[in-house]
């Protein structure tokens, strides 16, 4: 496991995320009204749309080009929609938040 | 032979171990008690009610001076540790060394104090122990203002003991809502709620500057400028273990002095307990972990086996009225599923945190009757697979049963306006239906609720069905979306009758039935709040769709578009050479638009701080192509130079642009101004089109050339330049006000009727008052959203959070 520190978790805005970039493609990192944060690929499967610009909604967030809904807990799209986002390990500890990156090392970008 | 122990610290977990300890071995351990307040254990939990005045110091002291007598515990009160000798086994106080054969540090914790200039002035105090509550006491003997920074446990049961002590009290907070590690946003509102009606007033976001005074302190001043004036500020930010005697001891210290389950630290002759603690990388704040310590530390010192295990926590606030608790976690995890329960007429709201088939977590306000029951499913990891479906109506509720979709109406108090056109309140209508109306034309008749715009119909039709039960058939209205029964109209209505100036206002007295909303209702509620409360309610960046957000409407492929403001479709050389160095500077593709202004399309969202940056510096401002606002206003060139135009159509254009840029309306509002009825600007397919002519202005409303082609209608005729800007200001306040997000103002007439438009905006003093409103709330939103985020500060944000794609290719 390689946990690799990527920034305060204040630089998330609530109910917000941020995009982090990675040989494997952009990650986007997500902090809900609550304060927990989640990690996922950046790309909605549908149509590329950057999921680090939708809006985030209790733990979900809605593809800011046609409104696919997905869980940041497994990654799935709800409702009628079916597919996918790969998530990522991520913590919070002192107030920085943790990625596990060792996924996103060595891997050309799909 | 007694061995002898020390202790350093007469606090309630150290109390404990002295307790277990002369139960279990009576006659080990010789003891010296070293205490630095002058005064033995009393109960700190209970220095909140002695605060209020609910009780007093005596009723809460657990170890009186008998007690210490008959346990033959030598007490030290009053005396600092000034150093431990681990070698020589010794702790020196200030008035002299004692040995010791087993030493148990419990020092407790500090109060943390925000290092602003003015915090050591006399008047500022922290909260922790009973000279703090006594200095408290004593200064709210004279009345006058007190500020308490800290919005969590501590510093609002503070809030609350000074207020019932009579002062005027204001609690700051850094966060956006109270006691947000124990609570969410929903329970911090009600907790805000409530705390209001006691007089306290309650200030989040708020972070503290520096605190003003000469010789005591004076005032508090934020970051935001705003100076609160104060004669006692209380410092009650957060706590941290108090580690200075071990770290000068050398004993392994993290955050908190390590120890390991046993509650050795890293010396095995030396244990610690209590607040100073760090376990696992955990701290303990609260009484209950202390006292599962206090009886490890005994069995540890009397030679047993035993082991301190962490459990789960819940969290009550001691102040009188206040029902709130909170247990488990919310933190994140695959899997986890909410369950809320509100009901607005109650003032209660329930969450339940559910993972698989156990509770997790749990948070409730208002009505906390059941939270003993849920808390032990938590500890006890209970399968609650088969009371899912009835769970949060707690042990007593197990038939099912439906939250009323009408408690929201329902719980309207009579004098509720119902009817905002003509002014009818909840008492009329519903004396009218009991009087014999029971459908909505009869209610329509009898009281002309719902009789002018409509909008209120789904609320009268509501008030029918609660009236009569079921004898009233409801037609199905359009909720907003899956987390309401309500339709757009009828939250409209309610956020403006029931003063709701904030999301969670709505999501709760509404019964929202998700924790804050989802992409369909709250880009609504963030537009109808700031539309309807411009001064109490802040527009909130992240309910609002990608392009509003941005400032820059995005591309398929996730790339910007740029347009700055050309007013009245004027532009000057200047501008034109800055717009061609943009283009240039950042790669962008350049189209002209059918509004007459120019698109740089293809920008990475990175650039877009320095583009902006850099067309501001030309002078431009945000074209807020992207918005639900105000687009651009078409013109011709009018009499200026055309042969035919018969007024000045540009000037107007522009005067309108200037006057209406920056506001935020249900949906995208293009005008357009002609300077003659040949119509060059297309101004009759505008959302309102102004066309010149010889005696004035024909303003004309309700055009669209998008999916739906329509000519505007005929609004009215003015003979005047000053009254066509009168009557498109009223005009398009009056639509701000009553349309449904995401309704073009051709669809909103459609709903309404011109009529009714023509009829409101005949009558020159709500015209004046429309206009008024708009101008207060373009006090607030006219201001160019570019320059904003092109200072580097706000600009930051724009770049990744981090980008190893830099690192690796290093």
């Given amino acids: 496991m390689t946990w690799t520190d990527i920034g305060a978790v204040t630089d998330v805005p609530l109910r917000g995320a941020r995009l982090v970039k990675t040989h494997a493609g952009c990650i986007a990192v997500f902090r809900t009204a609550e304060d927990e944060v989640f990690a996922a690929s950046n790309a909605c499967p549908h149509k590329q749309g950057p999921l680090s610009e939708g809006i985030v909604h209790g733990q979900k967030v809605t593809c800011p080009l046609h409104n696919w809904v997905f869980d940041l807990n497994t990654g799935e799209a709800q409702g009628a929609d079916e597919g996918r986002i790969a998530v990522y390990p991520v913590r919070i500890e002192a107030g920085r938040i943790l990625l596990e990156i060792s996924a996103l090392q060595n891997r050309s970008a799909a | 032979m007694k061995q002898k122990l020390v202790v350093i610290g007469a606090g309630m977990a150290s109390g404990r171990v002295l307790e277990h300890l002369r139960e279990r071995a009576p006659d080990q351990y010789d003891i010296t008690l070293f205490n630095a307040e002058p005064r033995g254990n009393y109960n700190r939990i209970m220095l909140s009610p002695v605060l209020s005045g609910e009780k007093t110091y005596a009723e809460i002291v657990t170890h009186d001076d008998d007690w210490y007598a008959q346990n033959e515990i030598s007490c030290r009160f009053g005396e600092h540790v000034v150093g431990i000798d681990r070698e020589a086994k010794t702790v020196t106080g200030q008035n002299g060394t004692v040995g010791y054969d087993k030493l148990l540090i419990a020092t407790g914790s500090a109060p943390f104090i925000i290092p602003v200039p003015g915090k050591d002035l006399p008047g500022v105090i922290s909260y922790r122990d009973l000279d703090d509550t006594n200095a408290m006491v004593e200064a709210s003997a004279k009345g006058g203002k007190a500020v308490v920074i800290g919005g969590g446990l501590l510093g609002l049961e503070a809030a609350a003991g000074l207020a019932l002590r009579g002062m005027e009290v204001t609690v700051l907070h850094l966060m956006g809502h109270l006691m947000e590690r124990q609570l969410d946003e929903a329970a911090g509102y009600l907790l805000k709620k409530d705390l209001e009606k006691r007089g306290i007033t309650v200030l989040t976001k708020a972070a503290t500057k520096a605190i003003l005074g000469e010789d005591h302190v004076e005032a508090v001043l934020l970051e935001d400028g705003t100076v609160l004036d104060a ?14 005697l071990a770290n000068d001891a050398h004993l392994d210290v993290a955050r908190g002095i390590e120890v390991n389950a046993q509650m050795m630290t890293s010396d095995p002759d030396v244990l610690a307990v209590g607040e100073c603690v760090e376990l696992d990388g955990q701290l303990f704040g609260l009484v209950a972990p202390l006292y599962d310590q206090a009886k490890v530390v005994a069995a540890t010192l009397t030679g047993e086996e035993a082991a301190f295990v962490p459990k789960e926590l819940s969290t009550k606030l001691k102040v009188t009225g206040c029902d709130l608790f909170s247990a488990g976690d919310f933190a994140e995890g695959e899997g986890r599923e909410d369950v809320v329960f ?27 009757a059941d939270s003993n029951w849920f808390f032990g499913l938590i500890k006890n990891g209970t399968d609650i697979a088969e009371m899912r479906e009835t769970l949060i109506f707690g042990p007593a509720y197990q038939g099912g049963g439906q939250a009323d979709p009408l408690s929201a109406v329902a719980a309207l108090p009579p004098e509720a306006e119902i009817c905002g056109c003509n002014g009818i309140c909840k008492s009329t209508i519903v004396n009218a239906i009991e009087g014999g109306a029971t459908d909505l034309g009869a209610v329509k008749a009898t009281t002309k609720a719902s009789a002018s715009c409509g909008t209120c119909t789904g609320l009268v039709e509501q008030l029918l069905q609660v009236t009569l039960g079921d004898g009233f058939e409801m037609p199905t209205a359009q909720p907003v979306c899956g987390c309401t029964d309500l339709s757009h109209e009828d939250v409209r209505r309610l956020i403006k009758s029931q003063e709701l100036k904030s999301q969670e206002a709505v999501w709760q007295e509404l019964g929202w039935k998700t924790v804050n909303g989802c992409h369909t209702c709250r880009p609504a509620v963030n537009f109808y709040l700031l539309a309807d409360w411009p001064l109490d309610y802040t527009d909130d960046p992240q309910s609002r769709f990608v392009n509003e957000r941005n400032h820059a409407n995005i591309q398929k492929d996730g790339t910007y578009s740029v347009m700055p403001r050309m007013w009245g479709g004027m532009t000057t050389p200047q501008e034109l050479v800055a717009i061609a160095q943009a283009a240039e500077k ?14 740089l399309l293809g920008v990475k969202k990175e650039d877009l701080p320095a583009i902006w940056a850099d067309l501001n510096a030309a002078g431009m401002v945000s074209g807020h192509a992207y918005t639900k606002g105000l687009r651009t206003v078409k013109t011709c060139v009018g009499s200026d130079w055309c042969r035919f135009g018969t007024q000045d159509s540009t000037g107007l254009g522009i005067k309108l642009e200037k006057r209406l840029w920056g506001s935020w309306t249900p949906h995208k509002v293009k005008l357009g101004v002609s300077g003659c009825p040949r119509n060059c600007a297309e101004a009759t397919c505008k959302d309102i089109g102004i066309v010149c002519v010889d005696s004035g202005y024909q303003i004309g409303v309700g055009g669209a050339a998008g999916m739906d082609v329509k000519e505007v209608e005929r609004l009215v005729d003015v003979p005047t330049e000053e009254e066509a800007i009168e009557w498109t200001v009223a005009f398009v306040q009056l639509y701000r006000e009553n349309a449904k997000y995401l309704d073009r103002a051709y669809k909103w007439l459609a709903k309404v009727g011109l009529d009714w438009v023509q009829e409101v905006l005949a009558d020159p003093a709500e015209r004046a008052a429309l206009v008024d409103r708009f101008d207060l709330s373009q006090s607030v939103y006219q201001t160019d959203p570019w320059a904003e985020r092109a200072r580097p500060e706000v600009a930051q944000s724009f770049q990744p959070l981090a980008d190893f794609t830099l690192e690796a290719a290093e």
């Fill in chain 2, 231 to 244: 004669d006692l500020v209380v410092m009650a930010v957060g706590i941290r273990p108090e580690t200075r």
């Fill in chain 2, 342 to 368: 509100r009901d607005p007429s109650r003032g209660v709201y329930k969450r339940l945190v559910i993972e698989g088939d156990r509770l997790v977590g749990a948070v409730m306000y208002g009505d906390t």
């Fill in chain 2, 586 to 599: 950042y790669g962008a593709t350049v189209k002209v638009t059918g509004g007459q202004r120019i698109d």
